[in-house]
């Protein structure tokens, strides 16, 4: 590779650079500043929706004495993570190793990575975070237990391990009794480790439209988690901890009598997914999470154009639903592009033209993605912005 590359690839200033001062950004939102005059497009977080919805879920797992762990997978926010520890949650669960960092170097002192992971550089990872946090890790196979164990061993850390079972996902987890003494067996086997309790998560059933389905499918995975720490019990194990459920089924799971304490990540946000689904009325949380988006084309009749398309929202479960604009009018989000967003209005004759410069908020189809897009949330409260939160795990996959 010559200099000039590699200078190039170190963002080395070269002559004729614009030094960032002279070409300054300008921010996109100020605390303070009305939400109708924040740039677009822009992540916003209805704060009073978002402290309802922390509140809700709080009180009902108190109700039924089952801790609460909520997924940061879903917001990806030191300061949420803060505020759910705050509501009462033990802890925080993250889907990834790299996801964890921000939250561990910000004092969050409890994870749960609720996957599994293989290769010396996540078992590094899971080591190094174990050193400064209480850490637990979800296995289903004994060379990821290995593999941890020695690790952890020469560091001497000591880790929870939760071998996940799979109780109708179709995914991860192991699908037998014999196979999940296996893994309780690996785990005796290293001083570093210790049998934390298992991972029953149902993943699909937090989707179904159906009530009754979800309740359903909910009580089929809480009897097959129930029967697998029967069956550890019938050989001297006890399981400290259930863990599972998420947002969809926690109304069954906290009533279960099986699990001790639930995942739930979407609760705080309600994307528009969750919010189309069949709710009884005191589990319906409230949409906090809105992408705000400006029209900046209505040329054509019948339809306007908006600034957030794929790079701003992920569209997989669906396309985002109009929630409020200044103007009249309700248009219906028909389909995004990479930086536009078309939607249609009420006829195909009618004039668009009243609503350029207008700010829509939009309810992302699906919340985890969609703040994976985005570097913070301009919280606001009552119109205005009263603070900036930081999207600190944004683009940590790893
Ligand atoms: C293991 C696990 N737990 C909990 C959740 C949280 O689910 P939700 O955002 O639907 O509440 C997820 C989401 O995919 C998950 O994979």
């Not at 190094?128 to 941890?148: E, F, I, M």
Request: charged share 20%.
């Amino acid at each position: 590779m010559s200099d000039a590359v590699v200078e190039a690839l170190n963002g080395t200033p070269r002559a004729g650079d614009i030094a960032a001062a002279a070409l300054p950004l300008p921010p996109a939102a100020v605390v303070g500043q009305p939400l109708s005059s924040v740039a677009t497009p822009a992540l916003v977080l209805d704060l009073d929706a978002f402290d309802e919805n922390l509140e809700r879920m709080a009180a009902a797992a108190a109700k039924h004495g089952v801790a609460v762990r909520p997924h940061a997978k879903a917001h990806k926010s030191v300061a949420i993570a803060r505020a759910q520890l705050a509501a009462g949650a033990v802890g925080i669960c993250c889907q990834k190793l790299s996801e964890a960092y921000p939250f561990a170097r910000a004092g969050v002192a409890n994870i749960h990575i609720s996957n599994e992971f293989v290769g010396d550089d996540k078992v590094a990872m899971a080591v190094a975070l174990a050193g400064h946090v209480t850490l637990s890790v979800c296995v289903d196979d004994v060379r990821q237990v290995a593999a941890l164990g020695k690790a952890a061993g020469r560091a001497g850390v000591r880790i929870a391990v939760l071998p996940e079972v799979d109780v109708g996902q179709g995914r991860c987890g192991v699908a037998t009794a014999d196979a999940l003494s296996g893994l309780v067996d690996a785990i005796d086997h290293y001083d570093a480790l210790h049998f934390g309790g298992i991972q029953a998560y149902h993943g699909s059933a937090q989707h179904f439209a159906a009530w009754a389905e979800r309740r359903d499918a909910a009580r089929r995975a809480a009897d097959q988690a129930a029967a697998y720490v029967t069956h550890l019990e019938a050989r001297g194990v006890r399981s400290p901890v259930v863990t599972g459920g998420g947002t969809g089924t926690c109304e069954f799971d906290l009533a279960s009598g099986v699990y001790t304490e639930i995942q739930p990540g979407s609760y705080v946000f309600l994307d528009q997914h969750y919010g189309s689904l069949e709710w009884r009325d005191e589990w319906r949380f409230r949409h906090g999470l809105f992408l705000a988006a400006t029209v900046m084309s209505a040329a054509r009749p019948g339809m306007i154009v908006c600034d957030a398309g794929l790079k701003s929202m992920a569209v997989d479960s669906g396309q985002p639903r109009f929630w409020s604009a200044q103007r009249e009018g309700t248009p219906t989000y028909r389909g995004a592009s990479d930086e536009h967003g078309v939607l249609d209005l009420a006829s195909p004759a009618a004039d668009g033209a009243a609503w350029l410069g207008e700010m829509l908020l939009l309810v992302p189809g699906h919340c985890d993605p969609t703040v994976n897009l985005h570097d913070q949330y301009v919280a606001v409260r009552h119109g205005r912005v009263e603070a900036l939160w930081p999207i600190d795990a944004r683009g940590m996959s790893r």
